[in-house]
């Protein structure tokens, strides 16, 4: 009987922790993000005379502050706005109707900070990018020029609800 008791244990830990990995994006809320991203990083290619593809754009907390910064292939273009951040995740309804620039600052801030705890890497050498190499959107965490992991988008938009 015992034996019985810790195979139900093991198997019920099992389905739990594949149900905390389960998701649905009942609202489509992936789709709009990825949208929302594709479309203003064609605006910014066509703004600035630049390839898609080489646009990327880092978040990073080098000197105590979180910034956002445009960068093409490894050519720093221009910062971004907190605002520009909103609208590039949420859409540009989401910048007029809510006052979300503090609330994404601060989410993304603690998820650097958490990813930092987590791995013992210093924050100021991480930095989270997003590009879209091909026809899809490519979130990374990074540290300085070094790819650490991929982030799904769906992880990410987390931080924006």
């Given at each position: 009987?015992?034996?019985?008791?810790?195979?139900?244990?093991?198997?019920?830990?099992k389905i739990k922790e594949?149900?905390?990995?389960?998701?649905?994006?009942?609202?489509?809320?992936?789709?709009?993000?990825?949208?929302?991203?594709?479309r203003?990083?064609?605006?910014?290619?066509n703004e600035n005379n630049l390839s898609e593809a080489g646009i990327n754009?880092?978040?990073?907390?080098p000197n105590q502050v979180l910034e956002t910064l445009i960068y093409h292939f490894d050519r720093k273009i221009r910062p971004a706005t907190f605002r520009e951040l909103v609208e590039f995740f949420?859409?540009?309804?989401?910048?007029?109707?809510?006052?979300?620039?503090?609330?994404?600052?601060?989410?993304i801030w603690n998820y650097i900070s958490q990813y930092s705890s987590k791995s013992n890497?210093?924050?100021?050498l991480l930095n989270v990018r997003v590009s879209k190499p091909s026809d899809s959107i490519a979130i990374m965490m990074c540290r300085h020029t070094e790819s650490l992991e991929n982030i799904p988008l769906?992880?990410?938009?987390k931080y924006f609800k």
């Open positions: 009987m015992i034996r019985k008791q810790r195979t139900k244990l093991g198997l019920r830990a594949y149900m905390d990995d389960v998701s649905i994006d009942v609202f489509g809320h992936e789709k709009k993000v990825t949208d929302n991203i594709k203003y990083l064609f605006t910014l290619s754009i880092r978040i990073a907390y949420m859409g540009q309804a989401s910048v007029d109707f809510f006052d979300l620039e503090r609330k994404v600052q601060q989410n890497i210093p924050i100021n769906k992880e990410l938009i």
